[in-house]
């Protein structure tokens, strides 16, 4: 590696700081000459108004008479349509039958009670059966409507207490 002779090397010279700039005279009377101008022009308006000359009509001698105000009235069908009578045929929806909900399928019975325990919580009563293949399935109902088992899967979806399927009643 090279070496430096760092004693005999001279030092930088320390430069002059910049000069101040200065401020522009020429620019500083041409913004006095444009606000005075302005503020002379926005007095100069607002203290000479044209005046404007009004001719006075004559008042009528003779007094105009009211004429009574016509209200509008409303269209022949709108009365048509609040005297009007629709018939609809109302039919009975057939029910389905039976639902159930079923909250989980479990390989083990202690699993099971513990899901059947998280819905106890919210108020819904489940029982466990045992399916053929061996899993313990946790299961609500029956409802006879489909909108009840609905309505009681919702509360537990709310709840964050089981994610329940909706199936028919076997």
Known sequence: MAQ????????????????KAKLPIGLLLLAIVLVSGLSYGLWYITHNKPTVKTTEQPKPTVKAQKQPEVKPQPPKFIEEIKSH????????QEQK????????????????????????????SSDIHLSKNGYYRVKLGPYSTKRLAESDRNKLKRANAARCQILNWS
């Open 85 to 92: 009578e629709v018939e609809v045929e109302v039919t009975e």
């Open 97 to 124: 039958g039976p639902y159930a909900l079923i909250c989980g399928s479990f390989k083990t019975s202690e699993r099971a009670e513990a899901q059947k325990a998280m819905i106890a919580f919210q108020g819904i």
């Open 4 to 19: 430096h002779d760092f004693i005999n090397k001279k030092r930088p010279s320390k430069k002059a700081p910049p000069p």
